[in-house]
């Protein structure tokens, strides 16, 4: 399966985006779909994970609560919804197919990803 994220931009604090994984090549609904960032100089580190079906996403506890993130199994599209974004959000934004790992429900992104698509960038000014 091949996975495209895009909708990156420059927004300033407090502001909001919202990103799109659009998946092409596979079978959408067999994957779980997990979000992802990189900042310069740091580890890369999952933030969101969604189930095949949809019924609910997973978190990482720094982002629970601001962003949100959905699928769309019609269109092969996954979101992930940030709002009351801070400097600290800006990074280099990627989705990935798999399945949702999760540690007493909290998302880290530490393994079940097999498919990776090329980043979108969001820097966030203060």
């Known amino acids: 399966v091949q996975l495209q994220a895009s909708g990156g931009g420059l927004v300033q604090a407090g502001g909001s985006v919202r990103l799109s994984c659009v998946a092409s090549?596979?079978?959408?609904?067999?994957?779980?779909i997990g979000w992802f960032r990189q900042a310069p100089g740091q580890e890369r580190e999952g933030l969101a994970c969604?189930?095949?079906?949809?019924?609910?996403?997973y978190y990482r506890d720094s982002v629970e609560g601001r962003f949100t993130i959905s699928r769309d199994n019609v269109n092969n599209t996954v979101y992930l919804q940030m709002n009351s974004l801070k400097p600290e959000d800006t990074a280099v934004y990627y989705c990935a197919a798999g399945v949702c790992v999760t540690h007493s429900s909290v998302y880290y992104g530490d393994s079940g990803m097999n498919y990776w698509g090329k980043g979108t960038q969001v820097t966030v000014s203060s």
């Open positions: 969604i189930g095949r079906e949809g019924r609910r996403g």
């Open positions: 090549g596979g079978t959408f609904d067999n994957y779980g």
